[in-house]
């Protein structure tokens, strides 16, 4: 069973930094593109960040580029998102994201097959 959990979520000042991880399990996502999206209250989910099956190609949210990075790490089968700046604007739940094949990436909802938990971010003004 495929298990995609979130952590590093918090309370944070404006201008503060977190670093949200998301370890997988029931699955080697080697060969899979691997996301991140959002939902703050009262709005829809939206993307935030992805990253290529071959970990050399990433992609941004223009709400987000500059501030986020996505990372990935094959050995420990998890994806990072190191989000410096934060802005109240980021306080969302954070949910991690995969494809249901290989080589996807899954940059829109129609793309996610998986979905983690999710972890609150709260920025403060």
């Known amino acids: 069973q495929v298990q995609l959990v979130e952590s590093g979520g918090g309370l944070v000042q404006a201008g503060g930094s977190l670093r949200l991880s998301c370890a997988a399990s029931?699955?080697?996502?080697?060969?899979?593109?691997m996301g991140w999206f959002r939902q703050a209250p009262g709005k829809e989910r939206e993307f935030v960040a992805a990253?290529?099956?071959?970990?050399?190609?990433?992609y941004y949210a223009d709400s987000v580029k500059g501030r986020f990075t996505i990372s990935r790490d094959y050995g420990k089968n998890t994806v990072y998102l190191q989000m410096n700046s934060l802005r109240p604007e980021d306080t969302a739940v954070y949910s991690c994201?995969?494809?249901?094949?290989?080589?996807?990436?899954?940059?829109?909802?129609?793309?996610?097959?998986?979905w983690g938990q999710g972890t609150q971010v709260t920025v403060s003004s």
């Open positions: 994201a995969a494809p249901k094949n290989e080589f996807i990436l899954p940059d829109q909802t129609n793309r996610v097959f998986y």
């Open positions: 990253i290529s099956w071959s970990g050399r190609s990433t």
């Open positions: 029931g699955r080697t996502f080697s060969n899979y593109g």
